[in-house]
Structure formats: C-alpha cells, structure tokens
C-alpha cells in the first residue's frame, strides 16, 4: 500500500484543488533584474526586498498590480541567501560574512555596509552556501553553513556543515554540527530555532529539525572541527556506515534525529526557506503551521509540529506545487499573503522559468484538508479543516505504514523495515472535525505515512491531500 501510493504521487506535478484556493500571483520583473532569489523582506502593502544569488538587492513597489516598480537598493555582493530588518539595518549573510546595509539619506540606495562578522573561513567551493540570518530571542543572529562537494580552490576549511550562533557582540560560536545543505534556518514564534536538510551521504531523507547548542545532526564532513577549542559540540566519533537512524540516535553522542523526514520526491528533495503561518487567518485555516519550499519540485510544504515531553516531532503535508521554478525563500506579507522567491541556477527544478517571485493568496474558501495529525498513547488523532462526514470516519477509511531511513555514506536511503499497520478502531468526534485512531505497531524513530483514502466531506467529495507524513520521535503517554 505504501508504496504504491508514494509512487503515484510523485508522479503528480500539481492536485486539483490546490491552485483553486492558493491562486498564485506573479511580479514580472524588468530585463535587468534576474530574480534569483536568495532573500525576502517584505516592507509593506506590494513592497518588499529582494536579494538575489547575483549579489543584488532590488526593493519592488506595487508588487503584485501588474506594473511593479523596481529599483536597485545595493548590488556587488557575494551571493546573499536571507534578509532580515533588525535595529534599522537590513542583514544579509554573504558567502563570507554576516553584513548589515542601511540606507543613511534616504535617496533609496543603500550607502553603508559594515561587516559584523566574517569569522567562518571558505574553501572557494561553488557549494559553500552560507544561509540566513535567524534572529532568535536573545538577540543572537543563527547562520548554516553548506559542506563542499567538489574542488575547494584554497584547501579544506574547518567549520563546514556547522551551524553559528553570532552573539549581538559578534562572536561566532560553532554550536551545531552533522549539517549537509542547510537550505534554511528560523525561529519559531515560541523561540526554538529550525532547519532544512538536504537528502544526500548520512542524510538518509531531507528534513526538518531543532538547532540545539551541543548536537550533532549526522553528517561526518565537519566533525573533525569538534576538536577545536571553540566548539560547542562534543566529538561524536567516527560514523557507522550502515545503521538505522533509531539506533545512531540511541549509540552516536548528542546525534539529533529529525522533527520531521520528508519522504523523497512525495514530499520534494530540496527543502529550502520556511515561514510560520502567524496571520491570523488571512492565509485560511492553517495558523500557527510551518510552510517549507521546495527547490527540486517548485513546490510548498506545509507541516504541523508538536512537541512531546519536550521532544518536537511532526507531520507534512503536500501544499502546493506547480510554481513557476525551484522554491529558495518564502515569508508572509503583512496583509496575509506567502510570497514565494525562486531560482533553478545550479540545481534542477520543474518549472518553467529560471527564477521568479509569486505570490500564493488565500482564496477565501476553506479547502477540505487534513488540518493536523497529533500523536496519541495508542495512535493518532487526525484533525481536518472542515467537516468530515461522521459515517466515512471508520477505521477501513484510513491506512498507516511505517518506516525509517539508514545512516549510510551513500546518497539517500530506501525506506528501511516498512511495515503495514493495522488501524484497529476509529472513533469519530460527533461534529466530523476529528477522528481518534488506534494503531498497532507504532515504533518511535519512524515515519508513518497515512492515506485517508476512505475520508469524505457532507457533500461526498474527498480530501484534496488524503496523505500525511508523521515522524513519530516519541510516544505521549497520556
């Protein structure tokens, strides 16, 4: 069952529904400005900042009416992937360094550049992508750095693969290792920092996860840096080539296992920039969630956490594909839309463009989803966003399977001990809102994938996603 369903939806560029109720505006750009996007700022009705992989930073007015306004705010950079406005400053991380930019005459071109902290060294390795910044709630600026994976010009560096802290002082502090192509980095509204992962050696699927001061996420590359006075991990040892990730999170020290894996192409390859839902419904019924880009599939991901016993774990959902080109950045605007940055310069994409900027907006309809997936004793509560029938909630509606990824040195992982799980009882709420689900065979450290393929609203249509992706890390007890 599972796979079947896995490869029929990887085989699918777009679901009907999607585009229904998250239309997708575009800005066309003018011939001198290439939008490969690398940061979004937005500024305000129609206005933003964007920062491009060409080292550019173009501020765009009246953005989604048709006949944008664009103007170049700075350029001559080296490769910017995130913006951030803090302290009258925009922030930028450069290939090198932490910068910020303001503009001190307002004549709209920035004028005064300082670099706050240019501490982490480069190998001139095309792939040395520096990513962010995240400001997290003591003022700290958080930046993933990307190991190499070809020629590195000027020799091997230290700190590839690490994830830093800069203090508001400016101290860099290696807090984080085991990292591969750390796409994207953010604070949750409660604090707790995040990044995406990319699928690739000792990463068996892309992901989701907690930066933590102290862990290692189980990539090898630059660990041989644990050793350096500066770090704040401790040397985790020499990997295992060939062990289930429950085990290496069991064996490896402080080896940090997921929120949440993102099964290969049913799900995207290349999670990127993510953003939280925190408009109050201007965007629909999914408040308070996470969207995820996806460069490979120019698709967003929209993913439910929750954290157990101090333990953050979670489930992803698709969202919406069929985007214009590879999804690098995303943010939500002040009036409630998700604008989308995105270029295919290096790495494959769908799509039919190169780059772009769009714009996704809420429709104003409700779409029949399933809205969250919570863990429970003894199974999963699956919430959706509207209405079920009462009388479709039965246990034959719903299938579960499980399995979890192998820490390997090849590239990517199979699915490992995949098991059919047997959904012994379902007990629906009255109002078709929710349904509780009694599972056996639940195993912490593994995804299980559900089709709610048996699931139908008050007038007999189907969910526009009847698949959801949980990563169970750890059981509630109650």
Same mark, same amino acid.
């Given at each position: 069952?599972? &796979?079947?369903f896995?490869?029929?939806?990887?085989t699918q560029?777009?679901?009907?529904?999607?585009?229904?109720h998250?239309? +997708?505006?575009?800005?066309?750009?003018?011939?001198? +400005?290439?939008l490969?996007?690398?940061g979004?700022?937005?500024?305000?009705p129609?206005?933003?900042l964007a920062?491009?992989?060409?080292g550019? &930073?173009?501020?765009?007015q009246?953005?989604?009416?048709?006949?944008?306004?664009?103007?170049l705010w700075?350029d001559?950079?080296?490769?910017? @992937?995130?913006?951030?406005?803090?302290?009258?400053?925009v922030?930028t991380?450069?290939r090198?360094?932490?910068?910020?930019?303001?503009?001190?005459?307002?004549?709209?071109r920035?004028?005064d550049?300082e670099?706050?902290?240019?501490d982490?060294?480069?190998?001139?390795?095309?792939h040395?992508?520096?990513?962010?910044?995240?400001?997290?709630?003591?003022?700290?600026?958080w930046?993933?750095?990307?190991?190499?994976?070809?020629a590195?010009?000027?020799?091997?560096?230290?700190?590839?693969?690490?994830?830093? #802290? &800069?203090?508001?002082?400016?101290?860099?502090?290696p807090?984080?290792?085991?990292?591969?192509?750390?796409?994207?980095?953010g604070? $949750?509204?409660?604090?707790?920092?995040?990044y995406?992962?990319?699928?690739?050696?000792?990463?068996? %699927?892309? *992901?989701l996860?907690?930066l933590r001061?102290?862990d290692?996420?189980?990539?090898?590359w630059?660990i041989?840096?644990?050793?350096?006075? $500066? =770090?704040?991990?401790?040397?985790?040892?020499e990997?295992v080539?060939?062990?289930?990730?429950?085990?290496? +999170? /069991?064996?490896?020290?402080?080896?940090?296992?997921?929120?949440?894996?993102?099964?290969?192409?049913?799900?995207?390859?290349?999670?990127s920039?993510?953003a939280?839902?925190?408009?109050?419904?201007?965007?629909?019924?999914?408040?308070g969630?996470?969207?995820?880009?996806?460069?490979?599939?120019a698709?967003?991901?929209?993913?439910f956490?929750?954290?157990?016993?101090?333990?953050?774990q979670?489930?992803?959902f698709?969202?919406r594909?069929? @985007?214009?080109?590879?999804?690098i950045?995303? %943010?939500?605007d002040?009036?409630?839309? @998700?604008?989308?940055?995105?270029?295919?310069r290096?790495?494959? +994409?769908?799509?039919? *463009? =190169?780059?772009?900027?769009? #714009?996704?907006?809420?429709s104003?309809e409700?779409p029949?989803?399933?809205?969250a997936? #919570? %863990?429970?004793?003894?199974?999963?509560r699956?919430e959706?966003?509207?209405?079920?029938?009462p009388?479709?909630?039965? /246990?034959e509606?719903?299938?579960? =399977?499980s399995?979890?990824?192998e820490?390997h040195?090849?590239?990517?992982?199979?699915?490992?001990?995949?098991?059919a799980?047997?959904?012994?009882a379902?007990h629906p709420?009255?109002d078709g809102? =929710?349904?509780?689900?009694?599972?056996?065979?639940?195993?912490?450290g593994?995804v299980?994938?559900?089709?709610?393929?048996?699931?139908?609203? $008050?007038?007999? *249509?189907? @969910?526009?996603?009847?698949?959801a992706?949980?990563?169970? &890390? *750890?059981?509630?007890?109650?």
């Amino acid at each position: 069952m599972v &796979i079947h369903f896995l490869i029929l939806l990887a085989t699918q560029i777009s679901v009907p529904g999607e585009a229904e109720h998250y239309p +997708a505006a575009e800005c066309l750009a003018p011939p001198r +400005a290439v939008l490969e996007v690398g940061g979004l700022l937005p500024l305000g009705p129609g206005e933003l900042l964007a920062c491009t992989r060409r080292g550019e &930073i173009w501020r765009i007015q009246e953005a989604w009416d048709g006949a944008p306004k664009f103007s170049l705010w700075c350029d001559g950079l080296q490769e910017p @992937l995130g913006l951030l406005d803090y302290q009258g400053w925009v922030w930028t991380v450069q290939r090198g360094e932490l910068t910020r930019i303001r503009d001190t005459n307002d004549d709209g071109r920035a004028d005064d550049f300082e670099t706050f902290c240019d501490d982490w060294p480069t190998s001139g390795d095309y792939h040395e992508y520096a990513f962010g910044p995240a400001l997290d709630q003591d003022g700290n600026f958080w930046v993933t750095l990307n190991r190499p994976f070809g020629a590195q010009a000027f020799g091997p560096v230290d700190w590839r693969g690490w994830a830093m #802290r &800069i203090t508001p002082d400016g101290e860099m502090q290696p807090v984080c290792a085991g990292l591969r192509s750390p796409a994207g980095v953010g604070v $949750a509204p409660g604090g707790t920092v995040f990044y995406t992962d990319n699928q690739g050696e000792w990463c068996g %699927a892309s *992901k989701l996860s907690v930066l933590r001061e102290g862990d290692f996420h189980g990539h090898p590359w630059g660990i041989e840096s644990a050793k350096l006075p $500066a =770090s704040r991990v401790e040397y985790p040892g020499e990997p295992v080539d060939g062990m289930l990730m429950p085990e290496a +999170a /069991k064996t490896v020290p402080h080896f940090q296992l997921p929120a949440v894996w993102f099964p290969y192409d049913v799900m995207g390859r290349s999670p990127s920039g993510f953003a939280w839902d925190q408009t109050g419904g201007a965007f629909g019924p999914f408040t308070g969630q996470l969207f995820v880009g996806d460069q490979y599939q120019a698709s967003v991901i929209r993913v439910f956490l929750e954290e157990v016993d101090g333990v953050w774990q979670g489930t992803c959902f698709p969202f919406r594909r069929g @985007l214009v080109s590879g999804v690098i950045r995303v %943010a939500f605007d002040e009036e409630g839309g @998700l604008i989308v940055g995105m270029s295919d310069r290096g790495w494959p +994409a769908l799509g039919t *463009k =190169s780059w772009g900027l769009q #714009r996704l907006t809420w429709s104003g309809e409700t779409p029949f989803e399933i809205l969250a997936v #919570r %863990a429970r004793p003894g199974g999963f509560r699956i919430e959706f966003t509207r209405p079920a029938d009462p009388a479709t909630l039965t /246990k034959e509606a719903f299938a579960y =399977s499980s399995w979890t990824y192998e820490w390997h040195s090849a590239y990517g992982s199979e699915p490992f001990e995949t098991q059919a799980l047997r959904v012994t009882a379902a007990h629906p709420a009255a109002d078709g809102r =929710s349904v509780e689900l009694e599972v056996d065979g639940l195993r912490e450290g593994f995804v299980h994938a559900l089709l709610a393929h048996g699931v139908r609203d $008050a007038a007999g *249509k189907p @969910l526009i996603h009847e698949q959801a992706y949980t990563t169970l &890390i *750890k059981r509630p007890t109650r």
